[in-house]
C-alpha cells in the first residue's frame, strides 16, 4: 500500500498543467463500442481508471493504443459482450459499456455494481431507459442481462439526474430505430463533451447541456478523431489547495467557464482570480473566509468538489454550513480531517465546519478520490508532517499528482 508524506505550511506557487477530464474520457471510451471504425483520442489523462478502462475494453475485443496522452480503440473485431464483476467492482465507470453494446450487438452482460464508499450508487435508471427502449432485461447472479433486436427511440424521465445514466442512454439511443428524448438529464459538461464526440462519429444529438436531449438513431456511427476537455475537478482541487494555502497559482490549459460556482466560492472565501481563455490565476493574502456550501447537478456547486472545499473551511476564519444533496455517505473524510485538528460537526447529509488557526500533521487514511483530494490539501497546510494511507484511491482521478504539487513548492513525497 503505497502512502504520501507530506510536510505543511507552505503557499503553493508557480504555473500546473491541467490534464484531460477522468469523467469525459470514461464513457468516450466506451464510444469505441459504437462502431467498427478507430477513434482515436487525444489529452486523455494517465490514470488508474483509464487503465482499467482499456484493459475492459480490450478484454471485449476492442484494440486498444496508448501513447503518452493519446488513446486510439477500434471495435471492429468485439467478440466478448461482457464487463465482469472484478472489472466493475473497481470502477463503477464500468457500466458505461452496457448501452454501446446493446445498441451494436443487441446483447450485453454488464456486473451490477457493488455499493461504493461514497454510497450504494444503483443503476435502476440506466436499466429503466433500456427497458423504455425495448430492451428485455434479467438480473441473474448479480449480472445485468440486457436483450434487443433493435433498441427502439423512446421518451425516458429520469427521476434524479443522473451523469452516466444520460451518458449511457445517450450512447444507446444514437443507434436506436427512431427518436429518444431524455428529460431531466444531467448537463454536466462532460455529457456535452460525450455529445460532440458522438456528433463527430455521425451521432445526431441535439440539447446536450440542457435538461432534454434529443437523438435520433441512425444506423450506423463511423470513426472520429476528439480531444478530451480539461479536467474541471482537477482545476478546482488545485485552485481550493492555492486558496487553503494562501498561495498564488496559475492553472494552464483549463477552462474557467465550466467552473462559475466553483470560482464564485472561492471569491467569497476572499481569492482575488483572474481568467483568460485557458488559463486561470488565483491569489489568496493571508487565511481564508469560510463558505456555506450545498451540492447539486451542474451547473450548481459540483459534489466532487464538497470534499475539497471541506478542507478550506477546517481552516478558514468562521464557521460554514455544508450540505451534501447527492450521495448519502461523502463524508468519510471528516473523521480523518478530525484527526488533524478539525472541529467538524455532521448531522445527516449536513455538516457544521468551525475554522481553526492550524491543523496538526498526524496519520491519516483515504476512502475515496475526492476524500484523499480533501486529506492532501488538509496535510499542505497542516503544521508538520501528514502521510496519506492508501493513496491508490488519488491515483484513480488525479495524474502525477505529487509531481504537479512539488512543482508548485510542496514538499511532498511517495512512500513505496
Ligand atoms: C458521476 O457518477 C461521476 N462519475 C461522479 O464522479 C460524480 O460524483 C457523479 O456523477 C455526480 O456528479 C463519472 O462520471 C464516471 P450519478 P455517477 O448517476 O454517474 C443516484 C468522481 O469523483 N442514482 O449522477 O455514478 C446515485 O445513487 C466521481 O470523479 C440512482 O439512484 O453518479 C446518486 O445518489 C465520484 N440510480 C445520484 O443518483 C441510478 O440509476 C447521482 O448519481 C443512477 C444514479
Do not use: W
Not at 83 to 100: C, I, N, S
Not at 338 to 348: F, N, S, T
Request: proline share 3%; hydrophobic share 45%; with cysteine.
Amino acid at each position: 500500500m503505497q502512502k504520501l508524506a507530506i510536510q505543511g505550511g507552505v503557499p503553493l506557487r508557480g504555473e500546473v498543467r491541467i490534464s484531460g477530464a477522468k469523467n469525459a474520457a470514461l464513457p468516450i471510451m466506451c464510444a469505441s463500442l459504437l462502431t467498427a471504425d478507430a477513434l482515436s483520442l487525444g489529452n486523455v489523462p494517465e490514470l488508474h481508471d483509464v487503465v482499467t478502462m482499456r484493459k475492459l475494453l480490450q478484454q471485449m475485443g476492442v484494440m486498444a493504443t496508448l501513447e503518452a496522452g493519446a488513446v486510439t480503440l477500434c471495435g471492429a473485431q468485439v467478440d466478448k459482450l461482457e464487463a465482469p464483476y472484478e472489472m466493475v467492482k473497481t470502477m463503477r465507470a464500468a457500466v458505461l459499456v452496457l448501452g454501446p453494446l446493446v445498441a451494436r450487438f443487441g446483447e450485453a452482460f454488464v456486473s451490477l455494481p457493488g455499493g461504493c464508499a461514497i454510497g450504494s450508487r444503483p443503476v435502476d435508471l440506466h436499466i429503466k431507459g433500456l427497458q423504455a427502449m425495448g430492451a428485455e432485461i434479467h438480473i441473474e447472479h448479480g449480472y445485468i442481462h440486457a436483450k434487443a433486436s433493435r433498441l427502439k427511440g423512446a421518451r425516458i424521465f429520469f427521476d434524479i439526474v443522473s451523469v452516466t445514466g444520460t451518458e449511457n442512454l445517450m450512447m444507446a439511443a444514437t443507434l436506436a430505430d427512431g427518436v429518444t428524448v431524455l428529460e431531466n438529464a444531467a448537463r454536466e459538461p462532460e455529457v456535452v463533451d460525450l455529445a460532440n464526440c458522438l456528433r463527430a462519429m455521425g451521432a445526431k444529438i441535439s440539447g446536450d447541456g440542457t435538461d432534454t436531449i434529443t437523438i435520433a438513431g441512425v444506423d450506423r456511427l463511423h470513426g472520429a478523431e476528439h480531444r478530451i476537455m480539461p479536467d474541471r475537478i482537477e482545476s478546482g482541487t488545485f485552485l481550493v489547495a492555492a486558496a487553503a494555502s494562501g498561495g498564488n497559482i496559475t492553472l494552464t490549459g483549463g477552462r474557467a467557464d465550466i467552473l462559475d460556482t466553483v470560482l464564485e466560492k472561492l471569491l467569497e472565501a476572499g481569492a482575488h482570480i483572474r481568467t483568460d481563455g485557458t488559463s486561470i490565476h488565483l491569489e489568496m493574502a493571508g487565511r481564508p473566509k469560510a463558505v456555506n456550501l450545498r451540492t447539486a447537478p451542474y451547473p450548481a456547486f459540483p459534489t466532487d468538489m464538497q470534499a475539497q472545499f471541506m478542507a478550506l473551511n477546517a481552516v478558514a476564519d468562521g464557521s460554514a454550513m455544508v450540505v451534501e444533496t447527492i450521495f448519502e455517505n461523502r463524508f468519510m473524510h471528516v473523521q480523518e480531517l478530525r484527526r488533524l485538528g478539525a472541529l467538524i460537526d455532521v448531522e445527516g447529509n449536513t455538516c457544521m465546519v468551525r475554522g481553526v488557526q492550524q491543523l496538526e500533521g498526524a496519520a491519516v487514511m483515504a476512502t475515496d478520490l475526492r476524500a484523499s483530494a480533501c486529506l492532501v490539501i488538509a496535510g499542505l497546510v497542516a503544521q508538520g508532517e501528514t502521510v496519506i494511507d492508501r493513496i491508490y484511491h488519488l491515483d484513480r482521478g488525479y495524474e502525477h499528482i505529487e509531481a504537479k504539487l512539488s512543482q508548485l513548492g510542496a514538499n511532498i513525497r511517495r512512500l513505496k
